[in-house]
């Protein structure tokens, strides 16, 4: 979420101290919470006098995956702190209208554990709130290591941190409601599904989206529209692991998606390595974002990279919305501690070496489609 600037008055207020209850304190928690604009500051607004946005950015990041090294890092003497490892991302979540993370651990209590079953600290959803996120997609192959209580603690969390959440449900009220984020005055509609549960079964079938069928996706697509959706995408987690090139089945399935129209743009996740970025029929589709954080048992430099994306959709007519411009920046894990590291330019994060081969590798996967060609650019912060 960018960050705004407070009102003057509004400011002065909160630095009075005679503002109201906080807001968190009153605010009513729906289900898969969405913003409001009730509480426009202005003296007297009228909804025509309302500017409708012709822009709206997403950005969309990998899999966040808190192997055990990772809570090892981030124990304190009184809980745990994520924010040193995800310091880096935090300007480009700010840069965007919304952001996106993919939760691929549950949310758990102690002892926490890593593969094959998953648990992790709720802290890990503070602070992906903290420096902005406005919402994580859920479903995984992981959604169900704990069970149904995992399900329901990891959706407790979100909700507790104003996030938005789709991809698993509590209740099968939730699981049938639209999956709308409201962000700027508009509804965008997100499309969330994993190949699999990683042999493990819900306790019943509307818990995960599951399944990657692409005429289902694309059902959900149309109904999600016809709900109200303004921008509708699909956030998929598929694809073969620490491969760079998407599998067969992964790129018809894309490729299907972006042909139909349903969809304003695609991205995937699951693989643990980055895969390319494809503009097809005029529909981008980002196959693989790798890790976003992670620290697996047996690190490798694939599963060490990932890229961030951020896609500005541009109103072209009523309701009608086009990517305008897809940028993406690469990154690299770096080794211990862990931090979150852009390789665009050489920084303290990483040695400059291990960035300029990380950049060199990225960008040879990211462009094996052609998406340089067809526009794809370099994220560049103010
Ligand atoms: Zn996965």
Wanted: hydrophobic share 35%; aromatic share 6%; charged share 20%.
């Amino acid at each position: 979420m960018k960050s705004r600037a407070l009102p003057a008055v509004l400011a002065l207020l909160l630095l009075a101290g005679c503002s109201a209850a906080p807001q968190e304190a009153t605010a009513e928690l729906t289900p898969n919470p969405v913003q409001t604009q009730q509480d426009s500051l202005s003296p007297s607004p009228t909804p025509s006098e309302t500017p409708t946005p012709k822009e709206l950015s997403l950005m969309a990041t990998g899999d966040v995956l808190l192997h055990p090294q990772l809570l090892a890092e981030a124990k304190t003497s009184t809980g745990y702190d994520f924010q040193p490892l995800l310091n880096g991302l935090k300007p480009y979540v700010q840069d965007a209208d919304v952001a996106l993370c993919n939760l691929e651990t549950p949310i758990g209590v102690p002892p926490y554990s890593g593969y094959p079953t998953f648990s992790v600290p709720a802290q890990i959803v503070a602070d992906l709130a903290s420096i902005g996120y406005d919402g994580c997609t859920t479903a995984t192959n992981h959604t169900v290591d704990i069970g149904t209580a995992g399900v329901k603690r990891t959706l407790d969390t979100l909700e507790k941190y104003k996030l938005f959440a789709t991809g698993s449900y509590r209740t099968q009220t939730e699981a049938q409601a639209p999956p709308l984020l409201q962000a700027e005055g508009i509804k965008l509609g997100v499309i969330a599904s994993t190949y699999s549960l990683n042999g493990m079964r819900a306790d019943t079938d509307w818990r995960v989206d599951t399944g990657v069928d692409a005429k289902k996706l694309i059902t959900r697509a149309k109904a999600a529209r016809k709900s109200g959706a303004e921008i509708v995408v699909a956030a998929i987690h598929d694809g073969t692991e620490y491969s760079t090139r998407p599998s067969d089945a992964q790129r018809k399935l894309g490729q299907t998606l972006a042909e139909s129209g349903a969809f304003d743009f695609i991205y995937m996740h699951h693989t643990h390595s980055v895969l390319p970025i494809e503009k097809h029929e005029g529909t981008w589709i980002v196959y693989g974002l790798g890790n976003s954080v992670a620290k697996h048992a047996t690190p490798t430099i694939l599963n060490r990279e990932g890229i961030s994306i951020k896609a500005t959709f541009t109103r072209t007519g009523k309701d009608q919305w086009k990517v305008g411009e897809l940028v993406w920046v690469p990154h690299q894990l770096s080794s211990s501690p862990v931090r979150w590291c852009q390789v665009f330019t050489a920084d303290a994060c990483l040695p400059a070496a291990d960035a300029k081969a990380s950049l060199v590798r990225t960008s040879k996967t990211v462009n094996a489609y052609g998406a340089f060609d067809d526009g794809l650019k370099p994220w560049e912060l103010d």
